[in-house]
Nanobody, 126 residues
Framework: QVQLVESGGGLVQTGGSLRLSCAAS??????????MAWFRQAPGEEREFVAA????????RFADSVKGRFTISRDNAKNTVYLQMNSLKPEDTAVYYC?????????????????WGQGTQVTVSS
């Protein structure tokens, strides 16, 4: 079993930046084989895809709403994936979740992921 723990959330003003981290623990010997993603969920909304990265670190995918502002990266030696968020907007306010899957396709779909973190709150004030 893989446990995922997110950190780095907080309160930031519009236009500011935050970097979220997601550390994997437990059975992480195969962490480098996992595709990793970030999702977010605002109050009263469905959980939505934000960004994903394959095991190799290549071919990152982003939601249109964050493209050009967010980047995703991973450090397999540290079993950690990052989400750098720049030019934040109030509509980015949500709980951000890290997720892991052995799949390399359909990475935008929630159902592709079997491991989830507990989430970290990001609040962007206007």
């Amino acid at each position: 079993q893989v446990q995922l723990v997110e950190s780095g959330g907080g309160l930031v003003q519009t236009g500011g930046s935050l970097r979220l981290s997601c550390a994997a623990s437990g059975r992480t010997s195969g962490f480098s084989n996992y595709s990793m993603a970030w999702f977010r969920q605002a109050p009263g909304e469905e959980r939505e895809f934000v960004a994903a990265i394959r095991w190799s670190g290549g071919d990152p995918r982003f939601a249109d709403s964050v493209k050009g502002r967010f980047t995703i990266s991973r450090d397999n030696a540290k079993n950690t994936v990052y989400l750098q968020m720049n030019s934040l907007k109030p509509e980015d306010t949500a709980v951000y979740y890290c997720a892991a899957t052995m799949r390399s396709t359909f990475l935008r779909a929630k159902n592709s992921y079997v491991h989830w973190g507990q989430g970290t709150q990001v609040t962007v004030s206007s």
